[in-house]
């Protein structure tokens, strides 16, 4: 099946307001830059968005936010993006701090039909006990908490009962795609992608480097394209850094 689209504005037109989607990449690596673009363009707010981060102030998901296009997030990290930073100061949308391996479970078992599961992270702490900061009144106080979660002992251990996440939509970017989708993904991209693309209800990848069906390795495959809806060619881009940091040139240090 050639699941092939002809833009990536066709392939979010269906994307309503109020849709939860899930978003790849780390940090900024790996994001699906045109997919967001074309969101940006296609108008849907009152988003629920679930990523690792949320882009920078310019960059990525930062670009919705800054539109106010965002009411929630659930997320592993939150640095590096000033605007978020202060609409989650000045009350204005909802965080939900998850650990990092447990947000990367969540999405993986919402892909694989497992409602919940326990673990270790967070026993003890405000995530299990409930009352991290969810959403800011405009006077600063706490709006909304976060709720306790059940603790259970298994062979003389807690763990924390997390839930699992399912989305409307996914949207990723993969280093090379064929038209059946399955992806292939570079490095760090891989962090995070392939758990979203199993969370998304319809996922839709775009992808730097298309390729007929057969030109992928089996064996290189990160994401089967079950789990992958619609691809898109992506659009030739110069990648932003997401920090940069220099050093003086050793041949300049010798003289």
Same mark, same amino acid.
């Given at each position: 099946?050639?699941?092939?689209?002809?833009?990536?504005?066709?392939?979010?037109?269906?994307?309503?307001?109020?849709?939860?989607?899930?978003?790849? &990449?780390?940090?900024? %690596?790996?994001?699906?830059?045109?997919?967001?673009?074309?969101?940006?363009?296609? *108008?849907?707010?009152?988003? =629920?968005?679930?990523?690792?981060?949320? *882009?920078?102030?310019?960059? &990525?998901?930062?670009?919705?936010?800054?539109?106010?296009?965002?009411? $929630?997030?659930?997320?592993?990290?939150?640095?590096?993006?000033? =605007?978020?930073?202060?609409?989650?100061?000045?009350?204005? +949308?909802?965080?939900?701090?998850?650990?990092?391996?447990?947000?990367?479970?969540?999405? $993986?078992?919402?892909?694989? &039909?497992?409602?919940?599961?326990?673990?270790?992270?967070?026993?003890?702490?405000?995530?299990?006990?409930?009352?991290?900061?969810?959403?800011?009144?405009?006077? #600063?106080?706490?709006?909304?908490?976060?709720?306790?979660?059940?603790? $259970?002992?298994?062979?003389?251990?807690?763990?924390?009962?997390?839930? %699992? +996440?399912?989305?409307?939509?996914?949207?990723?970017?993969?280093?090379? #795609?064929?038209?059946?989708?399955?992806?292939?993904?570079?490095?760090?991209?891989?962090?995070? %992608?392939?758990?979203?693309?199993?969370?998304?209800?319809? /996922? +839709?990848?775009?992808?730097?480097?298309?390729? =007929?069906?057969?030109? +992928?390795?089996?064996?290189?495959?990160? /994401?089967?394209?079950?789990?992958?809806?619609?691809?898109?060619?992506?659009?030739?881009?110069?990648?932003?850094? =997401?920090?940069?940091?220099?050093?003086?040139?050793?041949?300049?240090?010798?003289?």
């Amino acid at each position: 099946m050639d699941k092939t689209v002809a833009s990536a504005d066709e392939a979010v037109r269906d994307v309503g307001h109020g849709s939860r989607i899930a978003v790849g &990449g780390f940090g900024i %690596s790996g994001i699906p830059f045109d997919l967001i673009d074309a969101l940006k363009a296609q *108008g849907a707010t009152d988003l =629920e968005v679930v990523s690792n981060n949320c *882009g920078l102030d310019d960059v &990525g998901l930062g670009l919705l936010l800054a539109e106010g296009r965002i009411r $929630r997030v659930i997320a592993s990290y939150v640095g590096e993006n000033k =605007e978020f930073a202060r609409q989650y100061l000045g009350g204005e +949308i909802e965080v939900e701090l998850t650990p990092q391996g447990s947000l990367a479970e969540r999405l $993986r078992a919402g892909g694989s &039909g497992i409602p919940a599961f326990y673990t270790l992270a967070g026993v003890g702490t405000q995530v299990a006990d409930g009352g991290l900061p969810w959403r800011h009144a405009a006077d #600063g106080s706490v709006a909304v908490a976060s709720p306790p979660k059940e603790v $259970r002992e298994f062979d003389g251990r807690q763990y924390v009962l997390e839930q %699992s +996440i399912v989305c409307d939509f996914a949207l990723l970017r993969a280093a090379r #795609g064929d038209r059946h989708g399955n992806l292939v993904f570079h490095e760090a991209a891989r962090n995070f %992608s392939p758990l979203v693309a199993m969370s998304g209800r319809v /996922t +839709i990848a775009e992808v730097e480097e298309l390729v =007929e069906p057969g030109e +992928i390795d089996p064996d290189q495959v990160h /994401t089967p394209g079950i789990f992958v809806h619609r691809v898109v060619q992506a659009e030739p881009r110069k990648k932003p850094i =997401e920090k940069r940091t220099t050093r003086p040139r050793a041949d300049k240090e010798a003289k």
